[in-house]
């Protein structure tokens, strides 16, 4: 019977870590909402969204700092200045511990700056808080440690990839 208890902890701790991955990837795709066409516009950012994936008690730790929900909800209005961002994050490193959970995660962002208009590559390390909640597992800390931040030439930010400039220029055509 203990063998069969056993069973029953592993299999709802490998169901955690995934609802915490996908948690992940909401916040992530959350964050980048739609890229602007433009990048003298910002993106939309649904920011309601990305907010519910918090506690009430949440805090922020790391590019901005901030504490609750309310804050968090301003912090993610304003980063919509950015025409581009998007969240690619890799290596999950999830512990469990009954209704709380850690993870730990290589972050690495291509963006747009917001007053440049620079092409640029934002790297650094997520370590993140979670609690299991009556709605399922929330975002208690998000903490971002960038290891740099540097401009990455013209590329994404001078051209985009669907331009049918960058088309002709390398070979593509519409299908």
Same mark, same amino acid.
């Given at each position: ?8 902890? %592993?299999? !709802? ?10 948690? %992940?990837?909401?916040?992530?795709? *959350? ?5 602007? !066409? ?25 590019? *901005? ?14 980063? !919509? ?5 998007? @969240? ?17 995660? @290589? *972050? ?38 960038? @290891?740099? @931040?540097?401009?990455? *030439? ?12 960058? !088309? ?8």
């Amino acid at each position: 019977m203990s063998g069969a208890r056993t069973l029953e902890r %592993k299999i !709802q701790e490998l169901l955690d870590i995934e609802e915490i991955k996908r948690l %992940k990837a909401r916040y992530c795709f *959350g964050c980048d909402g739609v890229a602007s !066409q433009d990048v003298n516009r910002g993106r939309y950012v649904d920011y309601e969204m990305v907010t519910s994936l918090f506690t009430e008690d949440a805090r922020l730790e790391g590019v *901005g700092r901030c504490e609750g929900r309310d804050a968090i909800r301003e912090y993610y209005k304003a980063i !919509q200045r950015l025409p581009m961002a998007i @969240h690619c994050i890799a290596t999950p490193l999830i512990e469990i511990n009954g209704d709380t959970a850690t993870g730990k995660w @290589h *972050g690495i962002i291509p963006l747009i700056t917001a007053d440049e208009k620079v092409a640029a590559w934002l790297v650094g390390i997520y370590e993140d808080e979670f609690a299991r909640t009556s709605e399922g597992w929330k975002i208690r800390k998000l903490g971002f440690t960038p @290891h740099f @931040h540097t401009p990455a *030439g013209e590329s994404w930010a001078a051209m985009r990839f669907f331009d049918p400039a960058y !088309q002709m220029r390398f070979g593509r055509s519409e299908r």
